[in-house]
């Protein structure tokens, strides 16, 4: 059975940090892509972050040189590093999973609000 849990989301002042955490399990987590996306109220859902098996990332322009994406293989773990953190950084944030089916699988989400 396919589970994501996320955790670290925080109430933190504009231009602080967080580091989010997803914990993987059911998967073969070394071969598959992870990733990060975030939902505010009243918005859609938006791609955040992608890692790679290999450890390749990409960024959405919103947070790029902002966030940073890593992964534990080992451990079966996926973090999103946040800094300059801002008031529109607030949303839930939710880890996810692809399968060579083409199945996704989600978290779900952790709260983060960043005060102004």
């Known amino acids: 059975q396919v589970q994501l849990v996320e955790s670290g989301g925080d109430l933190v002042q504009s231009g602080g940090s967080l580091r989010l955490s997803c914990a993987a399990s059911g998967i073969i987590f070394s071969i598959l892509s992870m990733h990060w996306y975030r939902q505010a109220p009243g918005k859609q859902r938006e791609w955040v972050a992608t890692?790679?098996?290999?450890?390749?990332?990409t960024y959405s322009d919103s947070v790029k040189g902002r966030f940073t994406i890593s992964r534990d293989n080992a451990k079966k773990m996926v973090y999103l590093q946040m800094n300059s953190l801002k008031p529109d950084d607030t949303a839930v944030y939710l880890c996810s999973v692809r399968l060579p089916s083409n199945r996704d699988y989600w978290g779900q989400g952790t709260q983060v609000t960043v005060s102004s």
């Open positions: 890692i790679s098996p290999e450890g390749v990332t």
